[in-house]
């Protein structure tokens, strides 16, 4: 079985603070992306990345970063943490130039900005 | 600009009758689609797709329809079950220029009544 994971369940921070979110994978899965899912918007694409080192804008990367240092490990940095960016965040990976439909996602960080 | 529309947020079903779920695409490029199930706190799964060559996929209770000339499609979901209450997200891609990179629609709140 493919498993996603990500480093927290829940996770409340303050206004200005520095945030990683840690995603790992264990099947060697070339492909990762980061999410935000909020109510009324669906999932919104944030970064992704095709390899290591590797990473590409998605649709609102505005305020976040990423790193890619390892093929099973996916980071998403919040540089200054604002309230906007409460949300339910959600790490995917899939194998490249392969099915469309072997996204696999990990149970998501329920952040909270106060 | 949002591409992939899922214009009703919320949708209530008995037990035993048919779910629909309809989704809207504007991005004529898009040639795979892809319906994922989302739990409470649990990341999405995949649950069905469909190529644009094709009008209809089947999987046991669950069949999605592909209208290319309206650019909408639907999930249909016979009978329809408790445990089957979820939100439901459409996504699309453009296989030749996305890679497996997914648009998510808004997500529709599936409750099947007992």
């Known amino acids: 079985d493919v498993k996603v994971t990500q480093s927290s369940r829940y996770l409340v921070k303050r206004t200005g603070e520095k945030v990683f979110l840690e995603c790992v994978q264990d099947m060697d899965h070339e492909n990762m992306f980061w999410y935000r899912q909020d109510p009324g918007l669906g999932l919104r694409l944030i970064y992704f990345s095709y390899d290591v080192k590797m990473k590409e804008k998605g649709d609102i990367p505005e305020g976040y970063s990423v790193s890619r240092e390892k093929k099973e490990r996916f980071s998403l940095i919040l540089e200054s943490a604002s309230t906007n960016q409460t949300s339910m965040y959600l790490c995917?990976?899939?194998?490249?130039?392969?099915?469309?439909?072997?996204?696999?996602f990990g149970p998501g960080t329920r952040l909270t900005v106060l | 600009d949002q591409q992939v529309k899922q214009n009703s947020p919320s949708l209530s079903v008995q037990e035993g009758r048919i779910s629909i779920l309809n989704c809207d695409y504007t991005?004529?490029?898009?040639?795979?689609f892809l319906w994922y199930k989302k739990y409470p706190a649990e990341g999405p799964t995949f649950l069905i797709s469909?190529?644009?060559?094709?009008d209809k996929n089947e999987d046991g209770r669950f069949t999605v329809f592909l209208n290319k000339s309206a650019k909408h499609l639907s999930l249909h979901i016979v009978p329809s079950q408790p445990g089957d209450s979820a939100v439901y997200f459409c996504?699309?891609?453009?296989?030749?220029?996305?890679?497996?990179?997914?648009?998510f629609g808004e997500g529709t709140q599936l409750t099947v009544n007992p």
């Open positions: 996504a699309a891609t453009s296989t030749r220029t996305s890679g497996s990179r997914l648009t």
């Open positions: 995917a990976s899939t194998p490249v130039f392969l099915r469309t439909d072997t996204q696999y």
């Open positions: 469909i190529s644009s060559i094709k």
């Open positions: 991005n004529s490029m898009f040639d795979y």
